[in-house]
């Protein structure tokens, strides 16, 4: 005999009863589309490891983002590609005036005003070794001139337009300096700053690292990236972040790190939560699908559905434009 107590389906028998178990709705406004900006203006090249992808000239910009922005996109995440030649140990390059980054600043703010542009803010693309911040002479991480450097170029993207500035380097005391930056440059209350605390060092970005050519050319980013173990240094890295003046919290990468994401809901219930579903897990999606595993669309949403059940509200997907025309 069933008892009372354990009566659960008619509560969602109905179809329309449905959406009201669930705590958070999928909108188009809950996604924020990552974009790789190449220093060859006029170019637009497919990146073979992440389907329907492509490096992005400056000039090819708007017809790729204006369809899009008719179908309701609201934010982009972007990520500069620069030519090997401007490659040096100081990442002197990330700045640029005529360089990628700011050149799609200006572009996307003149031609789609009301779309929010964020900037990552990482050194690795840039650098000569490929690693994230300056180095020591024994090739340990210089976290102090790192930081500095970090801030410089945070502010520079704010000052040419950027609504939001995002540091994925996960130097130690990061966010304080690009906040204080912002604050001394005036932007403090228009440019948002989104933190990657907890970054773990994943086998999942591969497919990004061939889009952004941005791979470390020695060793490895474990030494500041987090341990994919660890739950009590995301902990406390989210945290820091929240400390250091963060107004949205991140991890990354998504769907392996459900309970970093419930932990950093729960750590800052405050605060919007964001997860980066990265590159490897668009491209496991999309192989998955294509090898007839299961369908497409019903397969990312379901991961989208996932990520907002463990507590997102924003989420990085290479999956947007697809979404955009499936949340019609």
């Known amino acids: 005999m069933v008892h009372i107590d354990s009566l659960l389906h008619a509560g969602y028998h109905n179809p329309v009863q449905r959406p009201w178990q669930v705590e958070r709705t999928l909108t188009k406004g809950s996604l924020m589309y990552p974009i790789f900006i190449t220093d060859e203006a006029d170019s ?45 140990p100081l990442a002197t390059a990330a700045d640029d005036p005529a360089g990628p980054v700011i050149l799609a600043i200006k572009l996307l703010k003149t031609k789609f005003p009301a779309l929010l542009v964020s900037c990552d803010v990482c050194l690795c ?22 930081v500095r450097r970090l801030a410089e170029v945070a502010v520079n993207y704010a000052k040419a337009g950027a609504d939001n500035v995002a540091p994925s380097d996960m130097m ?23 933190a990657y605390s907890a970054k773990y060092a994943s086998a999942l970005y591969g497919p990004f690292r061939d889009a952004a050519c941005s791979g470390a050319k020695f060793g490895d980013r474990a030494a500041y990236q987090l341990p994919p173990g660890s739950r009590g240094l995301g902990r406390r890295a989210i945290e820091r972040d929240m400390r250091e003046g963060a107004d949205i919290i991140m991890v990354k990468p998504a769907m392996f790190y459900l309970d970093i994401i419930r932990d950093a809901k729960e750590l800052a219930p405050d605060h919007p939560i964001a997860a980066y579903q990265v590159s490897g897990e668009y491209a496991m999606i999309h192989h998955a699908a294509s090898a007839g595993v299961f369908n497409l669309k019903t397969a990312v949403l379901e991961s989208m559905a996932s990520l907002q059940r463990a507590g997102c509200s924003l989420i990085l997907t290479y999956f947007t434009p697809e979404l955009l025309e499936w949340l019609d």
């Open 125 to 146: 693309e840039y650098t000569s070794h490929g690693h994230c911040g300056h180095l020591n002479d024994d090739n340990t991480i210089n976290n102090e001139a790192s």
């Open 172 to 194: 130690d005391g990061r966010m304080r300096a690009i906040k204080q930056g912002l604050l001394d440059a005036g932007l403090s209350h228009r440019v948002s700053l989104m």
């Open 44 to 88: 637009l090249i497919p990146i073979p490891s992440m389907p329907n992808q492509n490096r992005i000239g400056v000039n090819r910009l708007e017809e790729v983002i204006a369809p899009l922005v008719q179908k309701g996109l609201r934010a982009v995440m972007l990520f500069g590609v620069p030519n090997d030649s401007v490659k040096d």
